[in-house]
């Protein structure tokens, strides 16, 4: 059976720090391209960061740069996402969404084809 699940949200203040993981069951990571995205109340879903299949070479939003790094344990079908310096704005559901294709690159909402649950993220002091 083919999972995504997520975990590590919660609650966090302020210039805090969380590390979200992502791991896949009934399938691989390996050759994949994998990403974050997040879904803040009222707003459209928005991509945070993307590791691609080839080379590891990975991209951000604007707004989390320097802040997020997203990274890859293959050997244990993991992507994580270690966001520091929380902000406020950083408050939403994250999701951890999986390219199948074999080789692919892209990295979208709408390339993405398989989704996990969400996790919650919630800055707060």
């Known amino acids: 059976q083919l999972q995504l699940v997520e975990s590590g949200g919660g609650l966090v203040q302020p210039g805090g720090s969380l590390r979200l993981s992502c791991t896949a069951s009934?399938?691989?990571?390996?050759?994949?391209?994998i990403g974050w995205f997040r879904q803040a109340p009222g707003k459209e879903r928005e991509e945070v960061s993307c590791?691609?299949?080839?080379?590891?070479?990975?991209n951000y939003a604007d707004s989390v740069k320097g802040r997020f790094t997203i990274s890859r344990d293959n050997g244990k079908n993991t992507v994580y996402l270690q966001m520091n310096s929380l902000k406020p704005e950083d408050t939403a559901v994250y999701y951890c969404?999986?390219?199948?294709?074999?080789?692919?690159?892209?990295?979208?909402?709408?390339?993405?084809?398989?989704w996990g649950k969400g996790t919650l993220v919630t800055v707060s002091s």
């Open positions: 590791i691609r299949s080839s080379g590891g070479s990975t």
């Open positions: 009934g399938f691989t990571f390996n050759f994949k391209t």
């Open positions: 969404a999986v390219n199948r294709v074999f080789g692919s690159t892209l990295c979208s909402d709408y390339a993405m084809d398989y």
